[in-house]
């Protein structure tokens, strides 16, 4: 039986660099036909903008021993940037800030929720992140409080999964969640 060649730390740091090279070749041949196509439609801006966003999550996702929940993290951060990025080259019609970052910080409500029931022995590892997240939920409510942004529906939506969330993980790891509380904030 023949197996496949286990590529060495020396070559996959020779391919990654190979990638990003290209990458950013691409992401300029992307502008400098934007420029002389259709300089009015700003489409190669957003492309770049996916561009940096895998290589966000590429770079991040090769690290070895990564907390699952920090990559939800950063992914939520990550995100919500290209986003409100893509909302302001579109002439910032403001459905990032009611409707994009919203779902997405459901949908990471939603995975920290199954982690927290799937791994709720290992939740210690997850309440940090947990609590950021909730305060990142908030977020919008805070700017909504200072007329910043209009708090519409989905914007309440996602502050109730975030609270609900955090009851629920709150119940099904108290005793871990007080250990790391404690911990992290010398009480």
Same mark, same amino acid.
């Given at each position: 039986?023949?197996?496949?060649? /286990?590529?060495? $730390?020396?070559?996959?740091?020779?391919?990654?660099?190979?990638?990003?090279? $290209?990458?950013? #070749? +691409?992401?300029?041949?992307?502008?400098?036909?934007?420029?002389?196509?259709?300089?009015?439609?700003?489409?190669?801006? +957003?492309?770049?903008?996916?561009?940096?966003?895998?290589?966000?999550?590429?770079?991040?996702?090769? /690290?070895?021993?990564?907390? %699952?929940?920090?990559?939800?993290?950063?992914? @939520? +951060?990550? #995100? $919500?940037?290209?986003?409100?990025? @893509?909302?302001?080259?579109?002439?910032?019609?403001?459905?990032?800030?009611?409707?994009?970052?919203?779902?997405?910080?459901?949908?990471?409500? @939603?995975? #920290?929720?199954?982690?927290? %029931?799937?791994?709720?022995?290992?939740?210690?590892?997850?309440?940090?992140?947990?609590? %950021?997240?909730?305060?990142?939920?908030?977020?919008?409510?805070?700017?909504?409080?200072?007329?910043?942004?209009?708090?519409?529906?989905?914007?309440?939506?996602?502050?109730?999964? $975030?609270?609900?969330?955090?009851?629920?993980?709150? %119940?099904?790891?108290?005793?871990?969640?007080?250990?790391? @509380?404690?911990?992290?904030?010398? #009480?």
């Amino acid at each position: 039986m023949i197996y496949p060649q /286990k590529l060495t $730390s020396k070559k996959s740091n020779e391919l990654v660099n190979m990638l990003l090279i $290209s990458s950013i #070749m +691409i992401a300029v041949t992307l502008v400098i036909i934007n420029k002389f196509t259709t300089p009015t439609i700003p489409w190669s801006g +957003i492309a770049n903008c996916g561009i940096i966003y895998i290589w966000i999550t590429v770079l991040y996702s090769i /690290k070895r021993n990564t907390n %699952i929940a920090s990559h939800i993290l950063l992914q @939520i +951060i990550a #995100m $919500s940037l290209a986003v409100l990025y @893509i909302d302001y080259r579109l002439n910032f019609y403001g459905w990032s800030i009611h409707i994009g970052i919203p779902i997405i910080l459901m949908t990471a409500n @939603i995975i #920290m929720l199954v982690l927290a %029931i799937v791994g709720h022995k290992n939740y210690v590892r997850y309440a940090l992140y947990q609590l %950021i997240i909730v305060f990142l939920s908030m977020l919008p409510f805070i700017l909504a409080l200072n007329s910043i942004i209009e708090f519409k529906i989905l914007n309440q939506i996602a502050i109730g999964v $975030s609270l609900l969330n955090f009851v629920i993980s709150l %119940i099904l790891s108290y005793k871990d969640f007080y250990k790391i @509380i404690v911990c992290k904030f010398h #009480m």
